[in-house]
């Protein structure tokens, strides 16, 4: 089964273009939204860098999603979108000083921290603001999720979050800090996550932490868990919308919130993966000596997750019902690893037929590059088309 696309309108448009289907971005946002307030204490951020295009932003600020920032420009775009500062994050290994104090000017509601340093350098900025920040640690749980080595977080191996074992000293320097107000944990363990299990291991090591703090009287209101929630790339018309239910009442299972508790997510790519297609078209089909090539316009500066991660895109030819062959299907730049997928079935592809690669709404347009000195792709949402 092929995606439903408005062929006509993507004709008298410059390829390759990223087109956002805004029903299925709706109806997920709807999705998440109903399935999170089953539980009081849930609050639902969404992770900016997995796409910021404005008209995208836009719709997710609309549904009343937090932000989840891991930088000054993500907290700019984020701000401009219209997320409130008070329903803001911030998180990442390497936060600018011009970051932080731009967080701080904002008032954004936390800052997730990462290292004693940079929890000493928060502390001077405010100060020097005359401010107090709220601060959560990012414990690194040592949690190794099932998925791709490169977009596994919450190793110990991984550059990411406060070792368990220095979380207590931590927090006992924070409470001697006048300028930040030690508020919560915070936990990723990584992304494109499909198994519960792994959440669940989370869960038991969240708990285990929390008992500890108990034991020293130490009252944390807020309790982040991050995100990471996969979607399935094989069948984005079948499965458009990840299962959230699943996903909350793995943590409502699991989790032992204390009733004073809030519980907060960073979903990502769950909640734009499957609304986005980059839609390329055919330059040249070309006979190679064991196998033909469909050689595309776009390429992996356009997205890089089939190069980078060696990720699976659901590759379809939306002009063509010709019978299906199989092709290698490449882009046009001059790097080996240019290549969206190997003895694709498509069907019969000519020059000029449109491509859709599907689930790319995630990691796919903020990731694109000029690379080649090519011009970046725009993005199309399908209210724009109609
Ligand atoms: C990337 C990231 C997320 C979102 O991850 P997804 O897998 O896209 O849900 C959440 N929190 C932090 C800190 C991140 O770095």
């Known amino acids: 089964m092929k995606g439903t696309f408005p062929i006509e ?22 999705c998440i939204r109903t399935e999170a307030a089953k539980y009081d204490n849930y609050s639902v951020h969404y992770a900016v860098k997995a796409n910021a295009n404005p008209k995208v932003l836009s719709i997710i600020r609309e549904s009343g999603l937090g932000a989840d920032c891991v930088s000054g420009g993500e907290i700019r775009a984020a701000i401009k979108a ?11 290994v390497g936060k600018a000083d011009w970051e932080i104090e731009l967080g701080l000017d904002y008032g954004i509601f936390c800052f997730n921290v990462e290292s004693i340093p940079e929890l000493e350098i ?36 991984n ?91 793995t943590y409502d299972n699991c989790l032992k919130l204390r009733s004073y508790q809030t519980l907060h997510f960073e979903l990502g790519r769950a909640v734009v993966g499957q609304c986005g297609s980059l839609i390329s078209k055919v330059l040249y089909v070309k006979q190679g000596t064991n196998k033909q090539f469909a050689i595309l316009d776009a390429g992996m500066t356009d997205l890089i997750r089939p190069a980078l991660y060696q990720a ?30 190997k003895a694709i079935d498509l069907n019969g592809v000519k020059r000029g037929d449109l491509i859709a690669l599907r689930s790319a709404g995630a990691y796919g347009e903020i990731m694109a590059s000029g690379y080649n000195c090519r011009e970046l792709p725009q993005g199309y949402t399908s209210d724009e088309l109609v």
């Open 9 to 30: 309108k993507f004709r008298e448009l410059r390829t390759p273009f990223y087109y956002y289907d805004t029903q299925v971005l709706r109806d997920t946002l709807a």
């Open 82 to 92: 219209g997320f409130p500062a008070g329903k803001m994050v911030f998180a990442g």
């Open 122 to 157: 928060i502390n001077e900025l405010a100060a020097a603001k005359g401010k107090v920040a709220n601060v959560a640690f990012r414990i690194n749980p040592n949690v190794g999720a099932h998925t791709h080595a490169n977009i596994t977080t919450g190793l110990a191996e």
């Open 159 to 249: 550059k990411f979050g406060i070792s368990m074992e220095d979380m207590d000293k931590v927090i006992d320097i924070a409470l001697t800090l006048k300028n930040v107000r030690f508020i919560g944990l915070h936990f990723h363990i990584g992304s494109q996550i499909l198994d519960m299990g792994d959440f669940v291991v989370l869960c038991n090591r969240v708990n285990e932490l929390q008992d500890k703090l108990e034991a020293r009287h130490i009252r944390i209101e807020h309790i982040n868990v991050g995100g990471g929630l996969g979607i399935d790339y094989g069948h984005p018309n079948r499965q458009a919308i990840p299962d959230f239910k699943s996903y909350f009442e």
């Open 312 to 341: 699976f895109h659901k590759i379809e030819n939306i002009t063509s019902e010709a019978p299906v062959q199989a092709y290698d299907v490449v882009g046009p730049i001059c790097e080996s690893s240019d290549v969206f997928g």
